[in-house]
């Protein structure tokens, strides 16, 4: 992973610019970038940043001032800041207030439900080309009791489920599977 700078070098990169080299002038060339797009070309750019609760206070302040644009009718750009809920309380402290300020739409993802962690899975099954179920209903059960519904455990558990599966020649995943995946992730 590189650092911050590295960061934004790439994003005036992906911006098809040479990027500066004093922070400010980097700045300043990503702005510019973002409001040609926007007003010449009539390309609203988004910026997805994942991760972010992991940010540290200084990079969230510093993108408070990236994307600080004279407010006209409509924002040249659209960023997206996904992360933990914890997320939510950063941004709320006093320093992030101005970043905080200028979020208009916030989401927050709860945990699915046991039906939801099911349909989930089935339907990336189908996705990677099962032609019959793959968890057998115990198993489904079974992954949306140990992952409590998060997403990205769900996600990890299955794949492990599966790879459990292929060492031990199972044509179906059974619950012990799912119990064997479960313990060896430490669930």
Same mark, same amino acid.
């Given at each position: 992973?590189?650092?911050?700078?590295?960061?934004?070098?790439? !994003? +005036?990169?992906?911006?098809?610019?040479?990027? #500066?080299? %004093?922070?400010?002038?980097?700045?300043?060339?990503? /702005?510019?970038? *973002?409001?040609?797009?926007?007003?010449?070309?009539?390309?609203?750019?988004?910026?997805?940043?994942?991760?972010?609760?992991?940010?540290?206070?200084?990079?969230?302040?510093?993108?408070?001032?990236?994307?600080?644009?004279?407010?006209?009718?409509?924002?040249?750009?659209?960023?997206? !800041? +996904?992360?933990?809920?914890?997320?939510?309380? #950063?941004? %709320?402290?006093?320093?992030?207030?101005?970043?905080? /300020?200028?979020? *208009?739409?916030?989401?927050?993802?709860?945990?699915?439900?046991?039906?939801?962690?099911?349909?989930?899975?089935?339907?990336?099954?189908?996705?990677?080309?099962?032609?019959?179920?793959?968890?057998?209903?115990?198993?489904?059960?079974?992954?949306?009791?140990?992952?409590?519904?998060?997403?990205?455990?769900?996600?990890?558990?299955?794949?492990?489920?599966?790879?459990?599966?292929?060492?031990?020649?199972?044509?179906?995943?059974?619950?012990?599977?799912?119990?064997?995946?479960?313990?060896?992730?430490?669930?």
């Amino acid at each position: 992973t590189g650092g911050v700078m590295d960061f934004y070098r790439g !994003l +005036a990169l992906g911006l098809g610019e040479e990027p #500066k080299y %004093r922070k400010v002038d980097l700045f300043r060339q990503i /702005q510019q970038a *973002i409001e040609r797009l926007h007003h010449e070309r009539r390309i609203t750019p988004v910026f997805i940043l994942d991760e972010m609760h992991l940010a540290k206070d200084a990079f969230l302040q510093d993108i408070a001032i990236l994307f600080n644009f004279e407010m006209d009718s409509t924002n040249p750009f659209v960023l997206i !800041l +996904a992360g933990l809920p914890h997320l939510q309380g #950063k941004l %709320r402290l006093n320093q992030h207030r101005p970043l905080d /300020q200028r979020i *208009i739409m916030r989401c927050r993802m709860g945990p699915l439900e046991k039906e939801e962690v099911a349909g989930c899975i089935e339907h990336r099954m189908k996705q990677a080309g099962a032609k019959h179920p793959i968890f057998t209903p115990s198993a489904l059960e079974a992954i949306a009791l140990q992952s409590r519904g998060w997403p990205r455990v769900i996600n990890t558990l299955a794949t492990t489920c599966l790879l459990y599966g292929h060492q031990l020649k199972k044509d179906v995943i059974d619950e012990e599977v799912v119990r064997m995946a479960a313990e060896e992730m430490g669930y």
